[in-house]
């Protein structure tokens, strides 16, 4: 079946302006989640979602980053006022029950660059 | 809290060569899942392999094993007679049982090169 599908695949935007980025989880996933990775860095949690609770947003690093879920299905994370420092790999992932032994399903990223 | 920590930042092989990548983790639970993820340079990445806290049963797929130790807090990968294919970035990852919402975290990963 179908993976988990992230877009943009590349993002290029000025310093300032505001940037969406898109997931798609693999259908029937309950759980999300959204990582981000700088270059030669590891996977820095962002944001949780997992079915109908509040998401757990203890990763974002500042009140410029949000993100939504619609239901069980796609996300958006959107950076506003976007900084140079945001230039990273933004990275997708999902899992069945979102439960402490699932292993995460990834998408390709989103690499965003900031000029 | 919990932690990860992959020392080697960086490990150049020649091909047929083994190589060990070393993992140690920081958990106050005593259930909790360990995670090794591939990601090659295509980018996405990919899970290999999860132990759970209570079986340190050693395990071999193929030319991969992992070596589980609770006395040492380590979760280490062996790559036997290595190929190039097998050139990536591999990530340590731990997920606690005892945590309301479970997001595992990750070690900053190790790029493996491996050369013909």
């Known amino acids: 079946g179908a993976g988990v599908s992230q877009s943009p695949s590349n993002k290029v935007t000025e310093k300032g302006k505001d940037v969406e980025l898109r997931c798609d989880p693999i259908?029937?996933?309950?759980?999300l989640y959204w990582y981000r990775q700088r270059l030669g860095q590891g996977l820095e949690f962002l944001i949780y979602?997992?079915?109908?609770?509040?998401?757990?947003k203890s990763g974002l690093p500042s009140d410029r980053f949000s993100a939504e879920r619609t239901g069980e299905s796609v996300s958006t994370l959107t950076i506003q006022r976007t900084q140079q420092e945001d230039s990273a790999v933004y990275l997708c992932?999902?899992?069945?029950?979102?439960?402490?032994?699932?292993?995460?399903?990834f998408g390709n990223g989103t690499r965003l660059t900031v000029t | 809290a919990q932690k990860v920590t992959q020392a080697q930042t960086e490990i150049s092989v020649v091909e047929k060569e083994d190589v060990t990548l070393d993992c140690v983790y920081e958990t106050r639970d005593t259930t909790y899942y360990l995670f090794w993820y591939k990601q090659p340079p295509s980018g996405e990445l990919v899970f290999l392999i999860r132990?759970?806290?209570?079986?340190?049963q050693n395990e071999i797929s193929g030319r991969y094993s992992w070596n589980f130790q609770k006395s040492t807090s380590s979760f280490n990968f062996t790559i036997t007679a290595s190929q190039v294919v097998d050139s990536a970035v591999y990530f340590c990852a731990l997920s606690e049982a005892g945590r309301g919402s479970y997001i595992p975290t990750f070690g900053r990963g190790t790029s493996l090169i491996v050369h013909p």
């Open positions: 979602f997992q079915g109908n609770s509040a998401p757990d």
């Open positions: 132990r759970n806290s209570f079986d340190e």
């Open positions: 992932a999902s899992s069945p029950r979102g439960d402490y032994n699932s292993p995460l399903h």
């Open positions: 259908s029937g996933h309950t759980a």
